[in-house]
């Protein structure tokens, strides 16, 4: 009974319905995309014009701009965000399927179990920045457990990690959460058919388990490949601004913008938004079809759970 | 025996950073480096100093519930329409404008604070409410979208068609038949939007620079001690300790709804 004929005065309804939405978006999104483009190829401030006046304005610029791309600070930016990325989603997804098939099994507790798995991911990304800037201080608790004096929050390759730490701390529950919603919708009658047939645990997990969570699983890492690829707040806090070790693009622009050099800063931005558009572009190309309407019913089946 | 071990191993993970947290915050500022499990002896010295004045941690608190009181409500108001419009109206271009959705969710915050900070301190915007707010609807829209369209598509049918049988327009079966039945999905919706701004930290840094003007998170992540270089840290502890707690209270509160229902 889902398909019903479209009366032809829903259409109306609809667009008076969705108008307010389009309007706030095409303020709050297009006019800054098209913006932030159009301002990474022009100049502005003050130049000498013919006469020899300073004249003050906005003029043609470009690529000259886009010339930072290629130099040190922000390949290194590029580098962290790409290290940054990839390191954190890997840890996460193993984390995050192991946690699932923990949870999955856990009947006494259970309630326990997920009210404290929601806690990572409550804490806010800037508290959750100081709380591991607090453990990793020269003389915090991290050090005293392991024995070390390793400076972490101090710039440099130790910094890295500790961003890494910090942010697969806060985000493995959630991808956790999201494959165990694709968890709990497997039957349980494969896994018996499996061990009838002599399957071993390590047999059910690769040949089963996997290929049929892999829709929520994808639908996880792409949320958390777009979120690891701005990510801003934590090297932010944990570490600092300006910080080389762990500066990301979004850092990269966001101090570019605040000292007013609006032009690389757009330039910087549009790059980053093209870096973001091919990956995940990329993702759902390769991976999934059907990621539009799996999207729709993970988050729901996520919401379930939690 | 594997199962038990897994399921404390991941209580651990979650809870100890955190537990570490609140414990600093109870400690006295005299013996904040030490590492015994529990504070001895408990203070609220910390938390004293959060409130002291020249922090500026309470009004930053007014400050965060303003912020995504107003973006929650003005999301809430707008994005109720769309969803329904796109779950329940039958119209073209409809995936479209799905699809579209969700790609202005996965958008870099950093790319659209660069326009909107060069619009925003032309018109005299900085350091107002309105800065935060209209930019902080690019990420709680979609997420309202998302959740209520889904929340939508699956209530019956067949009571908003008997109410237009009965003469009700698309609108008004919306207003009066679908909306209160969708009330807890607004609700869990109006939540994790709340916790989205609350929790938002690019925007506010950027747009505002005026302490008494700073959300929650941006001005934790500012204090400063007596010295420049003593960052006061059972402050900082005690003050997310105090930012982290209705967060938690709220969605473990929903879990528990959730489950029952």
């Known amino acids: ?306 | 025996m594997w199962r038990r071990a897994g399921m404390i191993g991941i209580a651990l993970y979650c809870l100890v950073p955190f537990y570490w947290m609140v414990v600093s915050s109870f400690r006295r500022t005299a013996d904040i480096h030490d590492k015994s499990p529990l504070p001895a002896p408990w203070s609220l010295e910390s938390y004293d100093a959060v409130f002291a004045a020249d922090m500026g941690f309470g009004r930053s608190l007014v400050n965060s519930l303003v912020v995504a009181g107003t973006t929650t409500a003005v999301t809430l108001l707008i994005g109720t329409m769309a969803a329904y419009a796109l779950a329940r109206l039958a119209f073209r271009g409809k995936n479209v404008i799905l699809a579209l959705v969700i790609a202005v969710s996965m958008f870099p915050g950093a790319l659209l604070i660069v326009p909107l900070l060069e619009l925003f301190t032309t018109i005299g915007w900085i350091n107002t409410y309105q800065a935060m707010i209209v930019p902080s609807m690019s990420f709680a829209l979609p997420l309202t979208i998302w959740n209520l369209t889904t929340f939508f598509r699956q209530l019956p049918y067949e009571l908003e068609q008997a109410a237009m049988i009965d003469g009700c327009t698309a609108f008004a079966a919306f207003r009066r038949v679908m909306l209160p039945l969708a009330a807890p999905g607004v609700f869990t919706t109006a939540i994790l939007a709340f916790i989205a701004t609350w929790n938002e930290f690019i925007i506010a840094v950027t747009m505002v620079n005026d302490q008494s003007r700073q959300t929650a998170t941006v001005r934790i992540a500012q204090f400063t001690g007596a010295a420049k270089f003593d960052t006061p840290f059972g402050t900082q502890m005690a003050a997310g300790v105090l930012v982290t707690i209705p967060l938690v209270s709220r969605c473990c509160s929903s879990s528990a709804a959730s489950s029952q229902g």
């Not at chain 1, 309007?23 to 297009?30: D, F, I, M, N, W």
């Open chain 1, 1 to 306: 009974m889902r398909v019903r004929p479209a009366p032809r005065g829903q259409s109306w309804t609809a667009a008076a319905m969705l108008s307010p939405t389009m309007v706030v978006l095409a303020l709050v999104v297009l006019y800054p995309l098209v913006a932030a483009m159009r301002e990474s190829f022009y100049e502005s401030g003050q130049r000498l014009d013919a006469d020899g006046f300073v004249v003050e304005g906005e003029w043609f610029a470009g690529l000259a701009n886009y010339a930072g791309v290629v130099e040190q600070r922000f390949m290194n930016a590029a580098f962290n965000t790409t290290l940054f990325t990839v390191v954190t989603v890997a840890l996460e997804v193993v984390l995050g399927v192991a946690m699932a098939l923990v949870m999955r099994r856990a009947f006494r507790g259970r309630a326990f179990l997920r009210a404290s798995i929601l806690i990572p991911w409550a804490v806010p990304t800037a508290v959750a920045g100081l709380m591991w800037k607090w453990i990793f201080q020269a003389d915090g608790v991290a050090n005293t457990l392991l024995g070390t004096d390793i400076l972490w929050t101090a710039d440099g390759p130790w910094a890295k990690l500790a961003v890494v730490i910090a942010d697969t701390w806060k985000t493995a529950p959630f991808v956790g959460l999201l494959v165990l919603a694709g968890l709990q919708i497997i039957p349980s009658d494969v896994y018996e058919a499996a061990k009838v047939d002599g399957s071993t645990p390590w047999q059910t997990f690769w040949r089963i388990t996997l290929p049929l969570v892999r829709p929520a699983l994808l639908v996880a890492v792409l949320f958390r490949l777009m979120d690891a690829l701005r990510v801003f707040d934590l090297p932010y806090v944990l570490v600092g601004p300006r910080k080389q070790s762990v500066e990301t693009l979004s850092g990269l622009i966001w101090d570019e913008a605040t000292r007013v050099h609006y032009g690389p800063a757009s330039a910087y931005g549009t790059a980053l938004f093209c870096y973001i558009a091919v990956i995940a572009f990329v993702f759902v190309k390769l991976l999934g079809a059907d990621l539009l309407s799996d999207v729709r019913s993970r988050r729901r089946e996520a919401r379930d759970v939690a």
